[in-house]
């Protein structure tokens, strides 16, 4: 089974900031990895697959990168909507995993 | 746009059993595999199971292989998760999701809660 890490558990940043999230596998997953926001009693909502698309609907604040163990996502700029909990998830080979999360909340 | 409705949760005691259900509308259900995923509470996001969209390949986490089973009725539009033997760790809210391109999941249902508890 493939593991995924997020770091940091959390973040406390202002609107405005730039946020960095990070997701490392146990090992290589290609492209083959997706971010989620998920916010409080609401299911999550894909944000990037294939390391570095944006989905449909996703503002261009959010970009993706990374490939192998090693990926990113960023939130050029965060608005007030944007402090939510994010996982990365791959599916390389079953099962597919998710990350434990990180935290974006407000400073 | 896509929809996707679970029910079918609810309190059961540990060692019986349960069925959940998801019904599928505004897309092509018969062109896509279907995932189960579930959250307990306070918790990450834990995958339990896929299913093709012909239903030909079945993939269970370790978890729950040997207690759940996936199912779908492609004329009824409608995904199933039979749950047996529960212990209180299925404790969770459990969430339909739309595969796409088996690589990831490009759309959630609200989700159903499932509690297991003497």
């Known amino acids: 089974e493939i593991v995924l890490t997020q770091s940091p558990a959390t973040l406390s940043l202002s609107p405005g900031e730039r946020a960095t999230l990070s997701c490392r596998a146990s090992?290589?997953?290609?492209?083959?990895l997706a971010w989620y926001q998920q916010k409080p009693g609401q299911a999550p909502r894909l944000l990037i697959y294939?390391?570095?698309n944006r989905a449909t609907g996703i503002p261009v604040r959010f970009s993706g990168s990374g490939s192998g163990t090693d990926f990113t996502l960023t939130i050029s700029s965060l608005e007030p909507e944007d402090f939510a909990v994010y996982y990365c998830?791959?599916?390389?080979?079953?099962?597919?995993?998710f990350g434990g999360g990180t935290k974006v909340e407000i400073k | 746009q896509v929809q996707l409705v679970e029910s079918g949760g609810g309190v059961v005691q540990p060692g019986r059993s349960l069925r959940l259900s998801c019904a599928a509308s505004?897309?092509?259900?018969?062109?896509?595999?279907m995932h189960w995923v579930r959250q307990a509470p306070g918790k990450g996001l834990e995958w339990v199971a896929v299913?093709?969209?012909?239903?030909?390949?079945?993939y269970y986490a370790d978890s729950v292989k040997g207690r759940f089973t996936i199912s779908r009725d492609n004329s009824k539009n409608t995904l199933d998760l039979q749950m047996n033997s529960l212990r209180t760790e299925d404790s969770a809210v459990y969430y339909c999701?739309?595969?796409?391109?088996?690589?990831?999941?490009?759309?959630w249902g609200q989700g159903t809660l499932v509690i297991v508890s003497s």
């Open positions: 999701a739309r595969d796409r391109a088996s690589t990831h999941i490009d759309h």
């Open positions: 090992q290589s997953v290609s492209s083959y």
């Open positions: 505004r897309f092509t259900f018969s062109n896509h595999g």
């Open positions: 294939d390391a570095s």
């Open positions: 998830q791959q599916r390389i080979n079953w099962p597919l995993t």
């Open positions: 299913i093709w969209y012909d239903g030909s390949n079945k």
